[in-house]
């Protein structure tokens, strides 16, 4: 690999994003991740893969600090973001959420209008100096969700009116709404049918132009189909972590191997 | 291939037709229960409908009452004897002046329709009329002064002893003991009945007046009660929503989970469970001895009701914002909103519906509260018409809904037992209305995520 130097020069165009160093999270007693490190690239999707309990979800969670919500949960180690460390005591969640966005397992559209819901995060973060400023963020958000052209008549519809595989397209609009930088998505297809698990994953596709995306999938297919980084967990080790290709095709761990044969999980 | 597919047809070992004893069993064991269930709602049925048609029954009668309709010449000779039309002077006049005045006018028209009675002397017409009738005619010359020297109309109020011939309450047969009236009287009602001069009416002074002695109970009314619960559950959802809401929220959303919050929280289980005539001790020796505000006062009285639904209103509360879903909590933490703004802005309003149900359920049981109001003395007897303003409204003594029911209930006066039922019909309609709102409320803005 280092041998070939226009190689390397591809990867330093592609800065590091989130950089973690020996994270560990505990919940009360349980050890649920450990020690892992793990870089995550600018403008890349990087899959978190392994079987159910394995951590992929509570170290995705980690990224935007959305364990600081249950009691229980302690977090040690580093994990920076263009080099500032997001556990430090002077860094405020909510602002480190607003950079950070994510998309859930289930659409969980806010029960209000469509319109509202992209609209809110705009709104909290005062994004919009005006109303017109504000409908011009809802409706580049709905465009880039890819939701534009199915809602941009009913915008006053309730957002939980919507069909499954919408409304999770429009949390997604509503996640790049406050212009992130990274995104982060846990298991967004999982409640999908195929169709619309296809027309998120050509969205997540395209969300990679201007963002850092991060997914965790139960679904090996997907992770190989959208991701270019792929992270296998296992049983809260990060077991192995390469470019997706290379993961699949010549796994250089024999659990990973067992994993993606169908073997373990 | 083998001996079973030779031959199909032989019957099963169990026929599904005919169910076998197990099943038999156990459906005669379903239909057993659901008999028992049966039985255990008609019989709360049974009684629902006994305790509705006995609280009409006697109650009813409370809303009618009986009028004497009198033409009452308003003598100068009595009423302003200088002739100097100076109301001081007018008022000088007590109402036992007024009284002979409404008996002749009574007589007279007696006399005047042709009935034959063996009463022929105007104090004969006494126990007729109720004890209130010259006051109420003395407050109209007292306005109207100018009339003094007219014959004027009124409607005044039977006596009790006549409103209950009339409602059949006073039967004839027992009122020979009776120094209240006699059976003369009981016939000259029949009479005047029959010639209208004497007639039932709709009660609105039930409604709307203050509660009246011992002796007159056909004017005593619910209303400055009323009042005085309406103050009482001003000051419970001014204090009770707020504190209620804002500890609920903070001991579901931001209380860290240890002993010290797990045993507040039994607490307020605890609490919603203690006889409320504790919260009545409570309230005198806090807000009465140490505190020192005024007896009687629909102030204290709402205070302690707030003690009492507090601990309501915080478990309603939190059982409606747990039931928000998570998922709701991190979409809006997932978009960079503050805890409070992700609780401000979405979990509220979804939780609203619930809690106002919650508060409406503790507030229609703090109006129908009696206990505690007793220990607080808040069985004030307020004969007037109440309150001055405002602020007397919250300080000034007064009696509440089911405190005046209790009092009417004590009396010896059959004419009180009435009006008891009565005060509880009336109590009954706000619980229903109350009761209704809330489910209204649920069902208007109860939303499906």
């Given amino acids: 690999m280092y041998d070939a130097p226009n190689r390397e020069m591809k990867v330093d165009q592609k800065t590091t994003k989130i950089s973690a ?3 560990q999270v505990y919940y009360g007693d349980t050890h649920a991740i450990k020690d892992v490190d793990v870089d995550i690239e600018d403008r890349t999707v990087t899959a978190f893969i392994g079987p159910s309990g394995c951590g992929k979800s509570t170290f995705l969670r980690c990224l935007n600090r959305m364990n600081d919500t249950i009691d229980v ?3 040690k180690g580093e994990i920076k973001l263009d080099g500032e460390d997001i556990y430090d ?31 809110y995060g705009p709104r909290i973060h005062g994004l919009a100096r005006d109303k017109a400023d504000l409908d011009e963020i809802v409706e580049r958000a709905l465009r880039r969700g890819a939701i534009w052209n199915e809602v941009k008549d009913r915008l006053d519809a309730p957002g939980t009116g919507l069909s499954g595989g919408q409304q999770q397209r429009l949390c997604i609009a509503r996640a790049v709404a406050t212009e992130p930088e990274v995104l982060l998505m846990d298991e967004p297809c999982s409640a999908l049918d195929p169709i619309a698990t296809a027309q998120v994953e050509e969205l997540i596709d395209e969300l990679r132009e201007s963002y850092s995306v991060v997914i965790v999938t139960h ?30 095709t010549n796994p250089q761990d024999s659990r990973t191997e067992s994993y993606i044969t169908g073997r373990i999980g | 291939m083998t001996d079973a597919t030779a031959t199909p047809q032989a019957a099963p070992a169990t026929s599904l037709v005919a169910a076998d004893a197990r099943t038999q069993k156990r459906n005669r064991a379903e239909r057993r229960f659901r008999a028992y269930g049966m039985a255990a709602i008609l019989t709360g049925l049974f009684f629902l409908v006994v305790l509705v048609s006995s609280i009409l029954y006697n109650g009813v009668g409370a809303f009618q009452q009986s009028f004497v309709n009198v033409p009452v010449y308003l003598d100068p000779a009595k009423l302003d004897k200088n002739g100097t039309g100076d109301i001081e002077e007018i008022k000088k006049v007590s109402t036992f002046g007024y009284a002979p005045l409404i008996q002749d006018g009574l007589l007279s028209e007696v006399q005047k329709s042709g009935i034959e009675t063996p009463l022929t002397k105007s104090k004969d017409m006494k126990n007729l009329l109720s004890a209130s009738a010259a006051a109420e005619v003395r407050d109209y010359v007292v306005a109207n002064p100018e009339q003094i020297g007219e014959t004027v109309e009124f409607r005044l109020l039977a006596s009790s002893r006549v409103d209950g011939y009339l409602k059949g309450r006073v039967k004839r047969e027992d009122v020979a003991d009776d120094k209240n009236i006699s059976v003369e009287q009981l016939d000259l009602t029949d009479q005047l009945r029959d010639a209208g001069i004497v007639s039932k009416g709709f009660n609105l002074s039930f409604i709307t007046g203050a509660d009246a002695s011992e002796s007159r109970p056909e004017q005593a009314g619910i209303g400055v009660s009323m009042l005085g619960s309406f103050f009482m559950m001003l000051v419970v959802l001014v204090l009770s929503l707020p504190i209620g809401v804002a500890a609920s929220i903070y001991l579901e959303e931001f209380a860290p989970q240890n002993r010290f919050t797990d045993l507040i929280e039994v607490n307020i289980s605890n609490l919603a469970a203690v006889p409320s005539i504790v919260f009545g001790i409570l309230g005198l020796a806090v807000f009465i001895q140490f505190a020192h505000l005024p007896q009687s006062a629909p102030l204290v009285g709402g205070l302690v009701l707030t003690l009492m639904t507090l601990p309501t209103i915080i478990i309603s509360t939190r059982a409606s914002l747990k039931a928000v879903p998570p998922s709701i909590r991190d979409a809006a933490l997932g978009v960079g909103a503050s805890k409070m703004q992700s609780i401000f802005h979405h979990v509220l309003p979804l939780a609203m519906p619930g809690i106002l149900t919650g508060t409406i359920i503790g507030l229609a049981q703090a109006l129908g509260e009696t206990a505690p109001l007793l220990l607080i003395g808040m069985v004030g007897y307020i004969a007037s018409n109440y309150p001055d303003g405002f602020a007397s409204g919250f300080l000034d003594p007064n009696s509440a809904m089911p405190a005046q029911i209790y009092e009417w209930a004590k009396r010896a006066d059959p004419a009180y037992y009435e009006r008891a039922w009565g005060g509880i019909i009336i109590l009954l309609v706000f619980l229903l209305t109350m009761n209704a709102i809330a489910i209204i409320l649920r069902r208007r803005f109860e939303r499906r995520w």
């Fill in chain 1, 73 to 75: 949960c302690r977090v």
């Fill in chain 1, 219 to 248: 679904s090996m297919q997907q992770a190989a189909r959208v991701s270019q980084k792929t992270a296998f967990f296992h049983l809260g080790n990060l077991v192995e972590f390469g470019e997706t290709g290379q993961i699949f």
């Fill in chain 1, 89 to 119: 005591k002077r860094v405020d969640p909510v602002q480190l959420r607003a950079k950070v966005g994510m998309v859930f397992q289930k659409p969980n559209p806010f029960p209000k209008s469509i319109y509202d819901n992209v609209a």
């Fill in chain 1, 21 to 23: 160093r020996g994270v």
